[in-house]
């Protein structure tokens, strides 16, 4: 494997956080509380920014699933939740923080889950997203910044659990 090439420096990772909380902040402005769901592992750095960034209220919950790991299931996207939010979300303003958009597959299965918990609101952002791989068209109301189609590593993104915690967001060339 190639070393990772910086795709997205850290100084622009956190200029754009800062912009996406300001926003976040002036949205929600006077609400009691945002709940911020962050999708386990990948989204762990993205959101701890982003939430010392936010000056509104707001708490944290984690959330995790999973492809299924069989060949058909790969193919239609089935993903399953491993581990849930601890509380409840009925009536509460939430957004579902991701670190990348993909297929999109993962973003609405967790959609049609927590929207059936009957929330006040639900938004979803991601800090990345790669529109030449959608499968599923995936509201994403908040948006860092859409890549080409490369692998990408770093700012809590793995490839093969390795490369998550470089602080920028790099490019790498993955062995075939
Ligand atoms: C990544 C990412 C998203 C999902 C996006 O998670 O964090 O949750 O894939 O892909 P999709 O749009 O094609 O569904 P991954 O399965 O790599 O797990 P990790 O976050 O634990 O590394």
Same mark, same amino acid.
């Given at each position: 494997?190639?070393?990772?090439? =910086?795709?997205?420096?850290?100084?622009?990772?956190?200029?754009? /956080?800062?912009?996406?909380?300001?926003?976040?902040?002036?949205?929600?402005?006077?609400?009691?509380?945002?709940?911020?769901?962050? /999708?386990? @592992?990948?989204?762990?750095?993205?959101? !701890?920014? &982003?939430?010392?960034?936010?000056?509104?209220?707001?708490?944290?919950?984690?959330?995790? =699933? !999973? !492809?299924?790991?069989?060949?058909?299931?790969?193919?239609?996207?089935?993903?399953? &939740?491993?581990?849930?939010?601890?509380?409840?979300?009925?009536? @509460?303003?939430?957004?579902?923080?991701?670190?990348?958009?993909?297929?999109?597959?993962?973003?609405?299965?967790?959609?049609? &889950?927590?929207?059936?918990?009957?929330?006040?609101?639900?938004?979803?952002?991601?800090?990345?997203?790669?529109?030449?791989?959608?499968?599923?068209? =995936?509201?994403?109301?908040?948006?860092?910044?859409?890549?080409?189609?490369?692998?990408? =590593?770093?700012?809590? &993104?793995?490839?093969?659990?390795?490369?998550?915690?470089?602080?920028?967001?790099?490019?790498?060339?993955?062995? !075939?």
């Amino acid at each position: 494997m190639e070393t990772p090439e =910086v795709l997205i420096s850290r100084e622009r990772i956190a200029e754009r /956080v800062n912009e996406l909380a300001t926003r976040i902040d002036a949205d929600y402005d006077g609400i009691a509380e945002l709940v911020l769901i962050g /999708v386990l @592992k990948g989204s762990f750095m993205f959101l !701890s920014d &982003l939430a010392r960034a936010l000056t509104i209220p707001h708490r944290i919950e984690f959330i995790a =699933v !999973s !492809s299924y790991g069989d060949e058909e299931s790969i193919h239609s996207g089935a993903v399953r &939740l491993i581990m849930d939010v601890r509380h409840a979300i009925e009536g @509460k303003h939430v957004i579902v923080v991701e670190d990348i958009v993909d297929t999109g597959h993962t973003i609405s299965y967790l959609l049609r &889950l927590l929207a059936a918990r009957q929330p006040a609101s639900i938004k979803t952002i991601t800090l990345l997203r790669k529109p030449d791989r959608a499968e599923v068209d =995936v509201p994403v109301d908040y948006l860092g910044f859409d890549i080409p189609d490369v692998w990408v =590593v770093g700012y809590g &993104l793995d490839y093969a659990e390795r490369h998550r915690t470089l602080p920028d967001i790099c490019e790498i060339e993955p062995v !075939s």
